[in-house]
């Protein structure tokens, strides 16, 4: 392969933040770049997280009793929620959902919300952990602990891919003043 095909073929890749480059300096002369596989590239190899994963929880189900496993997940939601809390803070609510609907995302949900009177529905049209939630239903209270810490407003959920249902959603009780309406 020519080094001019490399080049292009690193370039892509870097475009499509599949590869990340370093520069190392080697004495004399411009600096080499160092290429490594980045982290969206590394999860796109087969790997045991999965097994490992489960074997874990396994373990943390086996000794502790299930509402400490439960308190176990929320603090885990909590903390995530938490490093997101302060993009949050003092904003009004539309700002928070839609910014809520971004960090889902980078949580690897897809997920979307709508006004419904004195509610807001969010939907999650996928789910990252629905392979783990199957063998641990416990998972599934991360993403809704997750919404009602970073809103700061309690959360129901309504429907769960688990129980059969299409997509998990929730319900969160708001009133119109909190929506930024104001009755005419």
């Given at each position: 392969?020519?080094?001019?095909?490399?080049?292009?073929?690193?370039?892509?890749?870097?475009?499509?933040?599949?590869?990340?480059?370093?520069?190392?300096?080697?004495?004399?002369?411009?600096?080499?770049?160092?290429f490594a596989?980045?982290?969206?590239?590394?999860?796109?190899?087969?790997?045991?997280?999965?097994?490992?994963?489960?074997?874990?929880?396994?373990?943390?189900?086996?000794?502790?009793?299930?509402?400490?496993?439960?308190?176990?997940?929320?603090?885990?939601?909590?903390?995530?929620?938490?490093d997101y809390?302060?993009?949050?803070?003092?904003?009004?609510?539309?700002?928070?959902?839609?910014?809520?609907?971004?960090?889902?995302?980078?949580?690897?949900?897809?997920?979307?919300?709508?006004?419904?009177?004195?509610?807001?529905?969010?939907?999650?049209?996928?789910?990252?952990?629905?392979?783990?939630?199957?063998?641990?239903?416990?998972?599934?209270?991360?993403?809704?602990?997750?919404?009602?810490?970073?809103?700061?407003?309690?959360?129901?959920?309504?429907?769960?891919?688990?129980?059969?249902?299409?997509?998990?959603?929730?319900?969160?009780?708001?009133?119109?003043?909190?929506?930024?309406?104001?009755?005419?």
């Amino acid at each position: 392969m020519s080094p001019v095909s490399v080049r292009h073929h690193l370039a892509n890749l870097l475009a499509e933040n599949l590869v990340e480059s370093e520069e190392v300096k080697h004495g004399v002369g411009r600096p080499r770049l160092l290429f490594a596989l980045s982290d969206t590239a590394l999860e796109m190899f087969p790997s045991r997280y999965f097994r490992l994963t489960s074997r874990i929880l396994e373990e943390i189900k086996d000794s502790m009793p299930p509402k400490a496993v439960q308190r176990l997940f929320a603090s885990v939601a909590a903390t995530m929620a938490a490093d997101y809390a302060k993009q949050l803070d003092g904003l009004p609510l539309e700002e928070r959902l839609e910014r809520l609907i971004h960090l889902l995302s980078e949580e690897g949900f897809e997920a979307e919300w709508q006004h419904n009177g004195d509610s807001v529905a969010i939907r999650e049209l996928s789910c990252p952990y629905y392979r783990m939630g199957r063998e641990h239903p416990e998972v599934c209270v991360i993403d809704q602990t997750f919404i009602a810490t970073s809103l700061s407003l309690p959360v129901e959920r309504v429907s769960c891919l688990l129980e059969g249902d299409s997509h998990c959603s929730f319900s969160i009780p708001v009133g119109v003043a909190e929506m930024g309406k104001v009755d005419a």
